[in-house]
């Protein structure tokens, strides 16, 4: 026998249609992961930006009405009070989008099986 058949019959044999369904399940999951993530990012992203403006009219109100505030709170505070809050924002938003997501697709693949 001709070994080139012998080794395309071989390879056709490893990739048997559990395989190859397997293979594109496994696609279909790296897809919906990486949207569910993107996902979170956007609505991290937006949380973010919302929260750095509800906290830096404030602060920076604070700064010039406040004799305190004036005193104690020099620029790098005000940067860190400022950064601290979007950054939350942003982990959690993302966070929660994420697990939001990847719960209604669990949902959705229960009711497929």
Request: hydrophobic residues 45%; glycine residues 6%.
């Amino acid at each position: 026998m001709d070994s080139g058949s012998d080794l395309s019959k071989v390879g056709k044999a490893a990739y048997s249609p559990l395989e190859r369904n397997g293979l594109a399940s496994l696609d279909q999951k790296l897809a919906m992961a990486k949207r569910c993530s993107h996902e979170g990012v956007i609505a991290g992203a937006k949380a973010a930006v919302v929260a750095s403006i509800a906290t830096a009219i404030p602060t920076l109100a604070s700064v010039r009405m406040s004799r305190w505030a004036r005193s104690h709170l020099n620029h790098t505070a005000q940067a860190l009070i400022i950064s601290t809050v979007a950054g939350a924002a942003y982990f959690i938003v993302a966070d929660k989008t994420v697990l939001a997501s990847a719960r209604k697709n669990s949902f959705k693949n229960d009711t497929l099986n």
